[in-house]
């Protein structure tokens, strides 16, 4: 056996709650070495005496299930229900004539059975000390059904326009106002209700001077380009009405350069009291050129006397363990829950906010609303923010990544299945269900300028974003077509002559929402991949069993397993599908299947 891939860790992704009786448990270990795996566990106090008087302790052995496997590792999984929330335990592998147990300390052979059941030395098996409810996630019910669409508000739509720039105007230029607004996405809401959208996220709609917002002045108003916050009352009002919930993006990393606070720094100097709302390390803080306004426009490669957010001058980084700092933000957050009833919060750069400074987030949030959803702004693995004392979910890019690199052609197929395998093997289930899925964002390449334009290889990405566990997200304009290459391109107007769009695209997304709701599978945490030369994988969820076969590339002519050779219904033609030996599936086509009952 080799003991080097051996890998568990107790209160852990390798051993978490996943509710309030059940413990998630998983164990790494090289892949095909070893023939079976069992977990003995008991509870720590609960011992008793063998026949001869001697202290025995209460345990249970079950085997354990091999539920993935990447080109190196195999993950072994089971749940167990301690029954007074409190458990040790350590792993009994076989390896042939071989037995080994495997604990917090050494992997240990086992000459003789009853070393394993007569003596049991708890000081070497894994701990986890008791489930606490109150360390769960708390993660509201509505985020896992949750549709969400994305809306950069200046560029979605515009009701009373005084922007002197024509709509749809190309190419895009940072800081160009085109005047969509509030008043427009109330236009609209209808739009998204038929779409089949639950959810909108908003890029920041608080007073900033650029387009983008993520420089604030003012976190308790409404920019006046996009309205007052009465229109934006107005808007949540409605977006309820039609069963749609409303998260802003809060950016409390940083503010912008005109923030009051960061001004009289500027202004005062170190007898400022806001000096210490931010991280000064020289004075004057600014040390860096002004434009004929007196503004900074970006980095010039000069030492800057200040943290900010990468090295942008005009993005000054909070000192959140300032009190001045901490009761600013946190009554923000409380402010736009209370008042104006949003249901969560995007937390822009939420990698570099302090652990310390997300709980309290967390904690004003819940107790302003309980069910609030607090959704970080993560570009990597996440766990260490995402125990459930801090953030509800991320952005998952994560998931993301192979899936572009994949539909790119930049990595093969069964590079693409062990990234993602690796993936669902070290991510708490409870922490997947409520992930944020994307295949782009504002900060991105549009999707399909990302896949050359070709609006089939869009349906691939959509397809296998909808058929993850998570909430997919709808990046404004994606569902028509709209395309564009990095920021401010990936910002362009969205297109509303039905002319412009492409419907079609716009039909498959409709499709794929409504059979997301009547199709449990969909949501399950597995894709468990069939060999092949192309991605085939099922799932399967409350005797819901779908079939998926994925072609990204031009091969036409594809051999069919034996294993899933059968007659289907094709989900969104309603026609009988019958897989043989071989089946025809058109260049970066794809089909969705279930089996005829």
Not at 314 to 334: A, D, V, Y
Request: aromatic content about 14%; overall charge negative.
């Amino acid at each position: 056996m080799n003991k080097l891939a051996l890998w568990h860790n107790a209160k852990s992704e390798y051993s978490y709650a996943y509710d309030r009786k059940t413990l998630h448990i998983v164990l790494r270990t090289a892949k095909n070495d070893i023939m079976s795996a069992y977990i003995i566990y008991g509870d720590p106090f609960s011992w008793d005496g063998d026949k001869n008087g001697n202290p025995y302790w209460k345990h249970e052995v079950k085997e354990m299930m091999k539920r993935y496997q990447t080109e190196n590792f195999d993950f072994y999984f089971i749940e167990i229900e301690p029954p007074y929330l409190r458990t040790k335990y350590a792993f009994f592998l076989i390896d042939g004539s071989d037995k080994y147990l495997f604990g917090s300390k050494r992997a240990r052979l086992i000459v003789n059975m009853n070393e394993l059941y007569e003596q049991f030395d708890l000081s070497e098996y894994y701990n986890f000390p008791y489930l606490n409810h109150e360390d769960l996630h708390h993660t509201p019910d509505w985020v896992k059904n949750t549709v969400w669409y994305q809306i950069f508000p200046d560029r979605f739509n515009s009701k009373n326009n005084t922007s002197q720039l024509k709509w749809g105007k190309l190419p895009v230029h940072n800081n160009e106002l085109y005047g969509g607004n509030l008043l427009g996405v109330i236009e609209k809401l209808p739009y998204l209700s038929e779409l089949g959208v639950t959810g909108i996220y908003f890029t920041p709609i608080f007073h900033a001077p650029s387009a983008h917002k993520y420089d604030t002045t003012d976190y308790f108003n409404i920019d006046p380009q996009f309205g007052t916050n009465e229109d934006f009352g107005q808007l949540v009002k409605r977006a309820h009405e039609l069963n749609i919930k409303v998260m802003l993006d809060g950016v409390f990393n940083h503010c912008g350069y005109d923030h009051p606070f960061f001004q009289d720094v500027i202004k005062h100097g170190e007898k400022s009291i806001y000096k210490d709302c931010f991280f000064i390390e020289n004075f004057p803080v600014i040390n860096f050129p002004l434009n004929a306004l007196g503004k900074p426009t970006h980095y010039h490669g000069i030492e800057l006397n200040l943290k900010t957010f990468a090295f942008t001058p005009f993005m000054p980084k909070w000192n959140t363990e300032n009190p001045i700092t901490e009761k600013h933000l946190l009554e923000c957050i409380q402010f736009w829950i209370e008042k104006y009833d949003i249901d969560g919060w995007r937390l822009d750069v939420s990698n570099e906010i302090s652990h310390d400074f997300l709980r309290q987030i967390k904690k004003v949030s819940r107790k302003a609303k309980q069910n609030t959803f607090i959704l970080g702004e993560n570009w990597d693995s996440s766990y260490p923010w995402l125990h459930g004392d801090q953030l509800d979910s991320v952005m998952n890019y994560d998931l993301s990544y192979p899936l572009w690199k994949y539909l790119e052609h930049k990595i093969d197929l069964p590079t693409f299945k062990n990234m993602v395998t690796s993936y669902l093997a070290a991510t708490p289930k409870n922490v997947m269900e409520n992930m944020f899925n994307l295949v782009g964002s504002h900060d991105t390449i549009r999707i399909k300028r990302r896949l050359k334009d070709d609006a089939r290889r869009v349906k691939l990405s959509y397809l296998w974003m909808f058929l993850s566990s998570g909430a997919p997200n709808i990046y404004y304009g994606d569902e028509i077509g709209l395309t564009g290459e990095h920021d401010p391109d990936n910002r362009r107007c969205m297109l509303w002559d039905l002319k412009d769009q492409d419907l079609d695209f716009k039909a498959f997304t409709q499709a794929l929402i409504k059979l997301r709701k009547e199709h449990p599978s969909f949501i399950d945490y597995d894709y468990h991949f069939i060999d092949s030369d192309i991605l085939i994988f099922t799932k399967t969820k409350e005797n819901d069993h779908i079939l998926v076969l994925m072609n990204n590339g031009n091969q036409t002519e594809i051999t069919v397993p034996n294993d899933i050779a059968g007659t289907y219904i094709n989900l969104l033609t309603s026609e009988k599908v019958r897989l043989h030996d071989k089946i025809n599936i058109e260049a970066y086509g794809f089909l969705l299947l279930q089996k005829e009952s």
